[in-house]
């Protein structure tokens, strides 16, 4: 239990930024770092409340964790994810990013007034059978993507690096990587 309180992020489930910061000091001379971003979450959260943004941190977490390649995502703070890819260089890492980028942009997600649940299944049949569908909303994030170099020697200088190819990404119009 301490571990998790220590290491884990409460909301998302996904490993904190203790632990990024642990993992950044045994990285070796060989890896890529991305840093990914919700994009619009300010106004998104302000449009519809900040427990559907919790559920959209949710959502988009659950997606990143699944990244391939063999990257760890963590929670960075926020609405900002990082993705370390140990033993890879960045051209090895886009894939994995961009389809992890493009099932969060293709995904509907629904948005339900709790207030209004039915107590029990009968009556949610019911109240399905004549009502519309609920509205449905979509999240996009953006990337950046830094491996490490002789100009970016150390891990911070590359979470740096890929701080500043996900703001370039944002730039040159959201939902996109850069790197």
Do not use: W
């Not at 884990?8 to 990914?36: C, Q």
């Not at 960075?76 to 051209?91: L, T």
């Not at 107590?119 to 399905?128: D, H, L, M, V």
Request: glycine share 10%; hydrophobic share 30%.
């Amino acid at each position: 239990d301490s571990y998790n309180m220590a290491y884990r992020d409460e909301l998302t489930g996904l490993l904190g930024r203790r632990a990024l910061n642990e993992r950044m000091r045994g990285l070796g001379r060989h890896y890529s770092i991305a840093m990914l971003d919700i994009d619009h979450f300010k106004k998104f959260n302000d449009t519809h409340g900040h427990d559907v943004g919790d559920e959209v941190l949710k959502l988009v977490a659950a997606r990143i964790s699944r990244v391939a390649g063999g990257g760890t995502a963590y929670r960075y703070g926020g609405e900002e994810f990082c993705v370390v890819f140990p033993r890879k260089g960045s051209d090895e890492c886009v894939d994995a990013l961009e389809d992890v980028r493009e099932g969060i942009a293709s995904y509907e997600m629904s948005l339900r007034d709790h207030s209004q649940r039915p107590e029990t299944s009968s009556e949610g049949a019911r109240k399905r059978g004549g009502k519309a569908a609920p509205k449905t909303v979509k999240v996009t994030i953006s990337m950046g993507l830094a491996e490490r170099s002789e100009e970016h020697a150390s891990p911070e200088e590359v979470l740096k690096e890929a701080d500043q190819k996900l703001y370039r990404a944002k730039k040159a119009g959201r939902n996109r990587l850069s790197y």
